[in-house]
Every structure is written in structure tokens, then in C-alpha cells.
Nanobody
Framework: QVQLVESGGGLVQPGGSLRLSCAAS?????MGWYRQAPGKERELVAT???????NYARSVAGRFTISRDNAKNTVYLQMVSLKVEDTAVYYC?????????WGQGTQVTVSS
């Protein structure tokens, strides 16, 4: 069992920045972020493995940066140049073997 605790969401104006954090209760090979906007399906934002291999959705590539601190079992998502369409609940994700774990979600709202 893996517990994930997220933090860092909030309200920001278009063009602004936010950083999300997610602390896992144990070491996890692959961690990442997904998001779900109202009326839409949950979608991949970015993932990162323990060695540092990253993967990004096209819609966020070049604006979002995923990183991790393996010593703290924590993954970060630095978001810049935020757009209204980035508004969603962001969920931390951890993959251990074939089991997927989810955080409780943190709201990111981009609005003027």
C-alpha cells in the first residue's frame, strides 16, 4: 500500500506559475501527475521514473516540468505559462508493479 499526499494547488491568473508536490509513503519506481477537468476524462500530464526518465503530454510539454527527490519519495510538477485550459483537479499517481495508486487530488484553477 502506498499513500500519496499532494499539495500546492490553488488559483492563479493566466500566464502564472504553480508548483505541485506529492509525497509518497515509500519508494516508487514511477510517479506522475494526471488531471481531470469538469466533464472530461482523466488524462496524463507527466510521469517520471526513479532514474529520471520523463514523459509529457503534448499539451504541457515546454511549460510543465516534472522532477523528483528520491531521498524524500517526492515528485514535483512545476507549471509555468498556465492557461485557462489547464484548470483541473490534478492527481498524483504512483505505479508499483502492476498496482496503481492515486492521491486525493488538488485543484488548480487558472482564471483572471
Amino acid at each position: 500500500q502506498v499513500q500519496l499526499v499532494e499539495s500546492g494547488g490553488g488559483l492563479v491568473q493566466p500566464g502564472g506559475s504553480l508548483r505541485l508536490s506529492c509525497a509518497a509513503s515509500t519508494s516508487v519506481f514511477r510517479m506522475g501527475w494526471y488531471r481531470q477537468a469538469p466533464g472530461k476524462e482523466r488524462e496524463l500530464v507527466a510521469t517520471i521514473t526513479s532514474p529520471g526518465t520523463t514523459n509529457y503530454a503534448r499539451s504541457v510539454a515546454g511549460r510543465f516540468t516534472i522532477s523528483r527527490d528520491n531521498a524524500k519519495n517526492t515528485v514535483y510538477l512545476q507549471m509555468v505559462s498556465l492557461k485557462v485550459e489547464d484548470t483541473a483537479v490534478y492527481y498524483c499517481n504512483a505505479l508499483m508493479g502492476i498496482v496503481t495508486y492515486w492521491g486525493q487530488g488538488t485543484q488548480v484553477t487558472v482564471s483572471s
